[in-house]
C-alpha cells in the first residue's frame, strides 16, 4: 500500500507474477474501475514495475467487478463554473496507453467484462484482447459533448474505418461479438473459457524469444507503411541479423536438439492452470 499523511491508502491496481506472466488487476470496482487520476497513478506505477522486471515475459490486464474499465472517472472531470480547469484524465493516460502499446513484451487484455470509453483504449492498446462473449462495448463520449480524443490513437489502428465513424458518432452499445468482427478483439469467448483462452495465449508467447517477440511487434506495425523494395531490403538484412543473433541460435540449436530453448519456463513455473511448457 501507499501511504497519504501515514495512513495507508489502498492501492487500485494489484499485481502479481506466476511463472513468467505478471498479471495487472484493475480493482476498483465500487467505480467500474473508472479512470480516477489514483488508478492510473496504480497503472502506471505497475505497469513500469512488469517491464523492469527481468522475470516477467508477458503481461495481463484485467479488472475485477462486472465490468473492466467504465472510461474516465466523470466525478474527477467536472469544475466550478468560469474556473480554469485541466481534464486530470489526461495527466498519465496518454503515457499508460503509449507504455502499452511500446511495451517489448506482449500484453493480453483480459476483459472481466463490459468496457466503455477510455476502457477501450486500453483494450485496443493491447496486443491481444480477450472478453467473454456477454460483453458490452461503446463509445459514450459524443453523449456526454466531449469527443474519443487520445483513445482515438490506438483504437482507430485496431477497427475498421466504417465502423469507427458507426460506433464514435452514435455511441451506441455493440456485442462482443461485433468487437471481434471490427477488429477491437481477438477473441469473443463463453465465459468459462475465458480464462483457458487467456492461459493458452500466454503459454504460445512464452514460447517465443524475447527479443523476437519484442522485434516482431514492431514488424506488424511498421512494415505495412514501407515501399515494396525498401521493405524487402530492410527485412533481408533484420533476417539475417536474427539468424546470426545469439538468441537465434539458441532457437535453432534447440529445435537440433528436440529441447526446449534456454527462454521456455520449466514446468513447475508455468502459470497456475495453464499447459505445461516442457
Known amino acids: ?52 522486471d527481468e522475470s516477467v515475459r508477458v503481461i495481463v490486464l484485467t479488472g475485477t467487478g462486472p465490468v473492466f474499465c467504465a472510461g474516465a472517472d466523470l466525478k474527477e472531470q467536472r469544475a466550478e463554473p468560469g474556473s480554469a480547469h485541466e481534464a486530470p484524465v489526461t495527466a498519465s493516460f496518454p503515457e499508460i496507453m503509449s507504455m502499452i502499446w511500446e ?62 465513424a458507426e460506433y464514435f458518432l452514435t455511441g451506441e ?10 477488429g477491437l478483439l481477438t477473441r469473443a469467448v463463453p465465459e468459462q473459457e475465458l480464462d483457458a483462452t487467456v492461459a493458452r495465449y500466454a503459454d504460445m508467447l512464452l514460447r517465443g524469444g524475447p527479443e523476437a517477440l519484442a522485434i516482431t511487434k514492431q514488424l506488424v506495425r511498421s512494415v505495412p507503411a514501407l515501399p515494396f523494395e525498401e521493405g524487402m531490403r530492410r527485412m533481408a538484412e533484420l533476417s539475417a541479423q ?10 535453432i540449436a534447440a529445435f537440433m536438439a528436440k529441447r526446449p530453448p534456454s527462454w521456455v519456463p520449466a514446468p513447475e513455473a508455468a502459470a497456475d492452470g495453464s499447459p505445461a511448457l516442457r
Open 1 to 52: 500500500m501507499n501511504t497519504d499523511g501515514g495512513w495507508p491508502v489502498e492501492r487500485l491496481v494489484r499485481k502479481e507474477v506466476s511463472g513468467g506472466v505478471a498479471t495487472i488487476t484493475l480493482d476498483s470496482p465500487r467505480n467500474r474501475n473508472a479512470l480516477s487520476v489514483r488508478l492510473l497513478g496504480d497503472l502506471e506505477d505497475r505497469l513500469n514495475w512488469a517491464l523492469a
Open 242 to 251: 536474427r539468424f546470426t543473433s545469439a538468441e537465434g541460435q539458441e532457437g
Open 103 to 164: 511495451s517489448p513484451k506482449p500484453v493480453i487484455c483480459r476483459l472481466n467484462g463490459t468496457a466503455r470509453a477510455g476502457g477501450l483504449g486500453l483494450v485496443a492498446a493491447c496486443d491481444f484482447a480477450i472478453a467473454p462473449d456477454s460483453a458490452s462495448f461503446a463509445f459514450t463520449e459524443v453523449r456526454l459533448g466531449v469527443v474519443p480524443a487520445m483513445i482515438a490513437v490506438t483504437v482507430l489502428r485496431r477497427i475498421d474505418p466504417r465502423a469507427a
Open 173 to 182: 452499445v455493440f456485442d462482443a461479438a461485433r468487437a471481434q468482427e471490427i
